[in-house]
């Protein structure tokens, strides 16, 4: 066995202990990436971690859609902008971006 499938191993032995499924998956493939784009170390950890920042912010979410028990999930990917008159599709985009928030618009 080489010393990376052992080291690949340990590695999620340790994601699983910290509770980091996100980076479990990714390590891999980003350790491939940071190899062939001579990342520096600092680079890789920020990636690895950045995937494991957005791996629990998809997770939260799913988990309060499922606790909402909304009886259908509706997105704005699937709003019929052309059956709703008056309804402007980029200022709803403009307002789905919350930029607005930012800048402390009502």
Same mark, same amino acid.
């Given at each position: 066995?080489?010393?990376?499938?052992?080291?690949?191993?340990?590695?999620?032995? /340790?994601? +699983?202990?910290?509770?980091? =499924?996100?980076?479990?998956?990714?390590? %891999?493939?980003?350790?491939?990436? &940071?190899?062939?784009?001579?990342?520096?170390?600092?680079?890789?950890?920020?990636e690895?971690?950045?995937?494991?920042?957005?791996?629990?912010?998809?997770?939260?979410?799913?988990t /309060?859609i +499922?606790?909402?028990?909304? =009886?259908?999930?509706?997105?704005?990917? %699937?709003?019929?902008?052309?059956? &709703?008159?008056?309804?402007?599709?980029?200022?709803?985009?403009?307002l789905a971006?919350?930029?607005?928030?930012?800048?402390?618009?009502?």
């Amino acid at each position: 066995m080489s010393r990376t499938v052992v080291v690949a191993d340990m590695l999620k032995g /340790r994601t +699983r202990e910290l509770k980091m =499924p996100g980076l479990m998956r990714a390590f %891999e493939s980003l350790a491939r990436q &940071a190899r062939a784009d001579k990342w520096s170390y600092e680079d890789y950890l920020y990636e690895a971690l950045s995937v494991e920042v957005a791996s629990r912010a998809e997770s939260a979410v799913r988990t /309060r859609i +499922r606790d909402a028990r909304f =009886p259908e999930i509706k997105t704005l990917d %699937e709003f019929d902008f052309e059956a &709703a008159t008056g309804i402007d599709r980029p200022v709803v985009a403009d307002l789905a971006r919350g930029d607005w928030i930012d800048r402390a618009e009502t």
